[in-house]
Nanobody, 124 residues
Framework: QVQLVESGGGLVQAGGSLRLSCAASGRSISNYVMAWFRQAPGKEREFVAA????????YSTDSVKGRFTISRDNAQNTVFLQMNSLNFEDTADYYCAAKVLVGLSQSRYHYGYWGQGTQVTVSA
């Protein structure tokens, strides 16, 4: 099994940037589709972005397009989420997730492995 640990969250002013990292252990992430989800207080966990096994194909939800970029470094066994132009609505706990079967998915039910999350707070 793969274990995932997120880092890089924190408090940032609106318009600022953060880079989240997801370090994997136990298995190589080269066998997993990787994704980021987020969950704001009182809301459902929602899809943010996903990336295929090699990093050649990635997509993100409309609300973060042009601002967030998902990437992966299989050699470092790490996935990243670069977040730019942050706004208050981006405040949430951000979770890294891994999916065994090939094929990108926005559904959290398709991802069997999760990290503990890292908190991102954007101040106005």
């Amino acid at each position: 099994q793969v274990q995932l640990v997120e880092s890089g969250g924190g408090l940032v002013q609106a318009g600022g940037s953060l880079r989240l990292s997801c370090a994997a252990s136990g298995r190589s992430i080269s066998n997993y589709v990787m994704a980021w989800f987020r969950q704001a207080p009182g809301k459902e966990r929602e899809f943010v972005a996903a990336i295929d096994l090699s990093g050649g194909i990635a997509y993100s939800t409309d609300s973060v397009k042009g601002r967030f970029t998902i990437s992966r470094d299989n050699a470092q066994n790490t996935v990243f989420l670069q977040m730019n132009s942050l706004n208050f609505e981006d405040t949430a706990d951000y979770y890294c997730a891994a999916k065994v079967l090939v094929g990108l998915s926005q559904s959290r039910y398709h991802y069997g492995y999760w990290g503990q999350g890292t908190q991102v707070t954007v101040s106005a």
